[in-house]
């Protein structure tokens, strides 16, 4: 009987913690998520350049990379910024990633 509980709860303690590889999204997929939204606008115009940057994680323990806006920025030299979206995509929380895109001119 004790080893069902304790393989029980080893279990139940994996399945909590397999979501370790995690990323900000407005909403969760256990399984499998992708998910695109909007994280800023400015009053700016045109926005004909996109810039991305991205950051990966595998299981919660490593993680890589930048994601901030002004390497996104830098990476398609836009000095004026329209608007900015991210897409965050995790697989059974064993690989997560998180991708800025800057848009502007």
Do not use: R, W
Request: hydrophobic share 45%; net charge positive.
């Amino acid at each position: 009987m004790k080893k069902v509980i304790l393989i029980a709860g080893v279990t139940l303690a994996a399945l909590f913690m397999s979501s370790c590889a995690s990323t900000k999204s407005p909403v969760t997929g256990f399984v499998y998520m992708d998910v695109k939204a909007p994280e800023a606008v400015t009053a700016n115009g045109n926005s004909s350049k996109v810039g991305t940057a991205k950051v990966q994680s595998i299981l919660g323990i490593v993680a890589t990379g930048d994601a901030s806006i002004e390497a996104a920025a830098t990476s398609a030299g836009i000095s004026k910024i329209h608007h900015i979206d991210y897409v965050a995509k995790n697989i059974l929380g064993i690989v997560a990633s998180y991708t800025i895109y800057v848009y502007g001119e």
